[in-house]
Each structure stands twice: as C-alpha cells, then as structure tokens.
C-alpha cells in the first residue's frame, strides 16, 4: 500500500532556508559535509511528526520555541516558517483499487514580535485532497485558513461529496486560535483526513546512541523506541508480544551480523523497569545490555523500526557509527527490501554504504551563505549512472573523488 512523502519544500527553518525536494522516491541516502543541513532536514521531519502526534505548542517546547527553529543568519529573524508537503496514500478500501490520495498540506508560522521570547501566531494554513487514478489527478475539496475565516471549496465533480458536507458544517461557526493549526488538532481525527493523520504519527526519525538505548524501558501498553534508542528494551518486548514472526526475523538478523547471538529477552530489573538481555551460544547466563558492545547495541537498534509495523516513513541519520561494514552492506540491503513497504530515508558519510546504492536514490545535500540545499544526484550530474554502470568508479569512491561535490569547504560550525 502506498504510503509516502511525494515533496517538501521548507522555509526558513534553521539553515533550511528555501528548500526543495520534489518527486521523492521510496529510498534515499542523503550525504554532505558536517553542518550542511542533514539533520536540520531530520530534525523538520521530525517536528511535523510531532506536531501531528503531540500539537503545535508540544513540538514547539521539544525545539526549543520559535527562535531556535527559525533561519539564523541574522540575529533576528522576521520571515515566516513555512511548511509544504504532499503525501500520498492508497485508501483501504475498495480492495484492489489503483487510486491513491493526495493530501497536499502548508501552513505558514510567524513570529508576533521581534524578540526571543518566540511568541507566534498561525498566518495561513491550506489543506487539499485529490485522487489520483493512472496518470490523472483530480481534485476533490480543499480548505484554506486565513484572517478571513476558513473556506471549502469543493471541485464541480465533488459538491455533495461526503466530505465536503461534513467540513461544511464543522467550519460554518468553528473557531481556532490563531496560534494552533486546525488539521493536526482537529481534521486529522475525521474521515475527511484520517488516512493523512495516521501516516503523519507513523513519521519517525532516529539519530541512534548506544548509551541512550541501553538504559531500561518504561512499561507501557504501546511503547516505542525513541530518537536515541531510549526504550528499547520495552519496544523489543512489543515486538516479542504483538509481532511474533518479525520479533523472530529480528534475532535472526542480529545473528546474521553477531553470529553467536541466539535470542532477545526482556524481565523487570530492582527498579521496576524492563532490562534488556542478550542470549549467546554457549554462555549459560545472558548478557545485560550494558555488557554487549555498541555495534551490537547499535544493530538492533537499526533493524527494530523497520519491523515495527507501526511506521511508514523512518529516517536515520548516520547508520554506520559504531558497527562493522560487513553489518552495515546487511542493513542497507535490509533498508532496501523493506523500502516497498516503508518509506526509508539515511544520512550517512560512509563511502562503504554509498558503494550499496544506486545513483537515484542519491540526495547532495550543500551549504551556502548559511543556506543548505539538497538536489538529487542524478539532477547535477546525469553521467554519474553511466559512471557507475561502466564501473569506472563505485558511487562512495566517485563522490569521495571531490566529484559531486557535498564535501567539507568553508562553513561556519556554529551557525544553526
């Protein structure tokens, strides 16, 4: 079933500062040099995951308020944040059928005063659904948030759709604060929008530390394993308890690339919380999490999310520190297999892992007068596939030839 990310375009958030990425594919590596912006591009993911599972006020306390998200070049911003993405997603029903949806969502954030106490206000706001059939699109309803108020404008073909019936009655009074988004805390949760709410919460974004995953987890009736890999041992536990078949699959490929593994379990430890041990052949006793290395650590920690089926779209940034590249060409071939069903996305500086994929999933991510861009490879250098397919060069050798640029030149470390 169809569930991705189709494009971005991102403003003035932090060195994001007019930034493009347009017919997005299923699988992509992101590379570039330290401070161009890579996980400036994973933290904005990660704050519209947030705003869709925790509000706008929630995701903005986690960032840090206005200030610290907005473009920094100057001491003090007065552009707006904007945010513009398209989704797309098959509906469950009917069964077999070829549309898919398109939810085309923006919305506009801008500081009230200029000054670093962040307060800011909602400035616009646009949501529309077509569907998609072939090679047609059709557009369904759409609705737009200003100073005016809040508009619906149906398509001919739509006017006693069910939709816009239903939006038409729940905005005729309805009322928002001009600091808070209407979607994210109210339409996601209707019919009209459901399909795009429920792939918004299922965005999740991991940046993995060893010495964060090996702490305890929270018993929880749905818990998850969070940015840092904090609260593995009770996302290893769910797996074990409602995916029995991909828990299985989990050890099986920990043991691929840690062969003397023969199991994962979890048991409550003298504070009350879930420890996680690792079975090893021929050691009667298991080992605690705090006993193993941080590749093995690190590896489960990799594989996890991409077996969890509560997510559709996961980026991770920097898969390689901490484990071996013979485990690293496993992952990548993993994240690869798994890409027809979950929309993966790494940031990496490994040519090892470059070497493992093909030029268009290759994304350059570069900085500039504290502006990072990101273009897609084959876009900038169209020969590199031929490059490549001639075996003239490897795509990790090529890139760290200086050929594709995204290398390391003059960028100023402190500025966001």
């Known amino acids: 079933m169809a569930k991705m990310f189709k494009s971005f375009h991102i403003e003035n958030y932090k060195s994001l500062r007019n930034l493009h990425l347009d017919d997005c594919e299923r699988f992509s590596v992101i590379i570039g040099a330290n401070a161009a912006g890579k996980s400036n591009f994973a933290d904005a993911i990660d704050f519209l995951s947030l ?16 200030n610290s998200i907005a473009f920094r070049r100057k001491r003090r911003t007065k552009a707006s944040v904007n945010f513009h993405f398209t989704v797309e ?22 500081a009230t005063v200029d000054a670093i106490k962040s307060d800011f206000q909602v400035k616009k706001e646009f949501l529309s659904k ?11 309803w759409s609705l737009e948030r200003n100073g005016k108020g809040i508009e619906i404008s149906p398509s001919p073909k739509s006017a006693k759709n069910r939709d816009i019936n239903f939006l038409t009655r729940f905005t005729k009074d309805f009322s928002m604060p001009d600091d808070d988004l209407i979607v994210p805390s109210v339409i996601q949760n209707f019919p009209v929008a459901i399909e ?70 979890t048991q409550y ?84 892992l470059l070497d493992q994929i093909e030029p268009g999933a290759l994304i350059l991510a570069q900085r500039e007068d504290g502006k990072t861009t990101m273009t897609k490879c084959m876009e900038l250098y169209p020969e590199t ?16 030839s200086g050929q594709l640029g995204a290398v390391p030149s003059q960028i100023d470390l402190f500025e966001a």
């Open 51 to 66: 705003i869709f599972r925790a509000g706008l006020h929630s995701a903005m306390r986690a960032k840090g308020g206005f």
């Open 89 to 110: 997603v098959q509906p469950h029903w009917p069964v077999g059928s070829e549309e898919v949806n398109v939810f085309d969502y923006r919305f506009e954030l801008k």
């Open 130 to 140: 077509s569907t998609r059939n072939n090679s047609s699109c059709v557009l369904q």
């Open 196 to 265: 795009l709410g429920r792939f918004m919460k299922s965005v999740r974004v991991f940046q993995i530390s060893p010495t964060s995953a090996r702490g305890t987890g929270v018993p929880e009736r749905f818990p998850e394993m969070g940015k840092r890999g904090e609260n593995l041992p009770s996302a290893v536990d769910y797996l074990k308890r409602n995916q029995s078949a991909e828990f299985d699959e989990l050890v099986s490929l920990l043991s691929m690339d840690v062969p003397t593994i023969t199991g994962l379990k």
């Open 269 to 352: 430890v003298e504070t009350k919380q879930l420890g996680l041990f690792f079975e090893e052949q021929g050691f009667g006793r298991p080992w605690y999490a705090n006993e193993v290395s941080d590749g093995t650590i690190q590896t489960l920690c990799l594989f996890l999310p991409l077996l969890d089926e509560r997510t559709n779209f996961i980026l991770i940034e920097e898969p390689e520190n901490s484990i071996h590249p013979w485990a690293l060409r496993h992952f990548v071939s993993y994240c690869q297999k798994k890409s027809n069903q979950k929309q993966i996305v790494l940031t990496t500086h490994s040519i090892s």
């Open 385 to 400: 596939l031929r490059i490549v397919n001639e075996e003239l060069f490897k795509l990790g050798e090529y890139w760290d």
